[in-house]
């Protein structure tokens, strides 16, 4: 292996292998944007994504979270300015950084979710005129929600 590079240049891009073109053993950091349909198919994804995610913070019952991911997904394959508008996002951008950083979620917005989901649906359960199988459903659905909260989304240590 034989280093050429040159002063102020990235030592790992001007390694050389054999015949070996410089670079070529580098990934990118994030694969380029797809183009024509498939990003406008993306982008109109994320979008709705994102208006899902704003539902899910002020509807119960309704999950946050998954529709953040798939919009930062779907930006990435699409639209890096989309995708760096959603990180900076006063609502969204630490949550994603979360995800991103950890995979996991912090204890208080756990446990905000699990509050939040147990208010509402007590309420609607309680004071709503719904037939009982509905109530079931919603207890039901709430409580699939609550544990996977609680028990399949890793909690991330805070420090």
């Known amino acids: 292996?034989?280093?050429i590079s040159s002063p102020g240049s990235s030592p790992s891009l001007s390694k050389t292998h054999g015949d070996e073109?410089?670079?070529?053993?580098e990934r990118?950091?994030?694969p380029r944007p797809v183009t024509g349909v498939r990003?406008?198919?993306?982008?109109?994804a994320g979008l709705l994504s994102v208006g899902m995610a704003y539902l899910g913070a002020l509807l119960p019952g309704l999950p946050t979270t998954p529709w953040v991911?798939?919009?930062?997904?779907?930006?990435?394959?699409?639209?890096?300015r989309?995708?760096?508008?959603?990180?900076?996002?006063?609502?969204?951008?630490?949550?994603?950084?979360?995800?991103?950083?950890?995979?996991?979620?912090r204890r208080p917005v756990k446990i905000v979710a699990v509050c939040l989901v147990v208010t509402m649906v007590s309420l609607s359960i309680t004071l709503g005129g719904l037939p009982v199988w509905v109530k079931c459903v919603i207890?039901?659905?709430a409580?699939?929600?609550v544990c996977t909260i609680v028990f399949v989304v890793p909690t991330i240590k805070d420090k």
């Open 82 to 105: 989309l995708e760096r508008w959603l990180k900076r996002s006063p609502i969204f951008g630490k949550l994603l950084r979360d995800w991103h950083e950890h995979r996991g979620i």
């Open 28 to 30: 990118p950091i994030h």
């Open 139 to 141: 207890g039901g659905l």
């Open 143 to 145: 409580a699939i929600g």
């Open 1 to 3: 292996m034989t280093d």
């Open 39 to 44: 990003r406008v198919l993306y982008v109109v």
């Open 69 to 80: 991911i798939l919009a930062s997904y779907c930006f990435s394959k699409s639209s890096p």
């Open 21 to 25: 073109p410089r670079g070529s053993q």
